[in-house]
Structures are given as structure tokens and as C-alpha cells.
């Protein structure tokens, strides 16, 4: 089994940054992809960033050059940079990670983390 526990949501004026962390534990074998995605209310959830274990990297067309994913695989941690903060990107942001354990390959999901905008 594993876990995702995700830090570093807030409230932030428009135009501002933060930054968003993810961490993976338990019996990890390995982990492929690792990303973020995003559900404002009332909306579905939404890919924002995912990165693989090489080191590509993917963006939703909504936050392209203005969000930036990067992953630490020695620590199983993920990280979401978010600059030029707009008022839409309000969201519960969830990490999700595709996790191999003794069980197989399970994706997991984090608790999510809210993330407001104000404009």
C-alpha cells in the first residue's frame, strides 16, 4: 500500500504564486507517472501538469507557461509551481501518482488541497 499527502494550498491574491508538494509513502516499488489535477465546483476534475518517470512533462492548455511540474524521484515527491495566479484557477487541486507495490500498479490519489484565487 501507499500514500499521497499533499501540502501547500492557500488563498493567494491574483498574479501570485504557490507552490504545491506532494509526497509518496509505504512499501513504493516504483513510481511512472505523477501529476496534478484540479475539480472547481461544479466543473470535472481536470488534468493541470503530469510528469513521467523520464522526465516528460505535460500541461493543460489553461496553465501552460504559467505552471511548472517537477518531481524528485529519490524522494518520491512531486511539486507544483504556480505563477501568474488567475482567479480560474480556483480549484481543489488532488495529486495523483501511479504507484507500483508488491500488490501491482494502483493509481493513488491524494486528499486534495484547495487552492483560491482572489481577483
Known amino acids: 500500500q501507499a500514500q499521497l499527502v499533499e501540502s501547500g494550498g492557500g488563498f493567494v491574491p491574483a498574479g501570485g504564486s504557490l507552490t504545491l508538494s506532494c509526497a509518496a509513502s509505504g512499501s513504493i516499488a516504483s513510481i511512472n507517472g505523477m501529476g496534478w489535477y484540479r475539480q472547481a465546483p461544479g466543473k470535472q476534475r481536470e488534468l493541470v501538469a503530469a510528469?513521467?518517470?523520464?522526465?516528460?512533462?505535460f500541461y493543460g492548455d489553461s496553465v501552460k507557461g504559467r505552471f511548472t511540474i517537477s518531481r524528485d524521484n529519490a524522494k518520491n515527491t512531486v511539486w507544483l509551481q504556480m505563477d501568474s495566479l488567475k482567479a480560474e484557477d480556483t480549484a481543489i487541486y488532488y495529486c495523483?501518482?501511479?504507484?507500483?507495490?508488491?500488490?501491482?500498479?494502483?493509481?493513488?490519489w491524494g486528499q486534495g488541497t484547495q487552492v483560491t484565487v482572489s481577483s
Open positions: 510528469t513521467t518517470a523520464g522526465g516528460e512533462s
Open positions: 495523483n501518482a501511479h504507484i507500483k507495490t508488491s500488490s501491482g500498479t494502483t493509481s493513488y
